[in-house]
């Protein structure tokens, strides 16, 4: 198992923290958990979708039956 760090430079406590390196102008009034979202998803190298639950059940069923 191998753990990434974020730099201390990229957390959102760090002065030196630039929110709009992280989020788009489009997350509303709740900047910080777009900035939380978007570093976790950097950390876990992980693309964040715009998919509902219901689109991600079925992209499962569909990539579990071509598996199969």
Request: hydrophobic residues 40%; glycine residues 8%; proline residues 6%.
């Amino acid at each position: 198992m191998s753990v990434r760090l974020l730099p201390p430079a990229e957390s959102p406590s760090s002065p030196a923290f630039m929110a709009s390196e992280v989020v788009s102008s489009d997350v509303g009034d709740d900047t910080l958990t777009a900035a939380c979202s978007g570093l976790i998803s950097q950390l876990g190298k992980m693309k964040k979708v715009n998919l509902g639950w219901e689109d991600k059940v079925l992209f499962l069923k569909l990539y579990r039956e071509k598996q199969g």
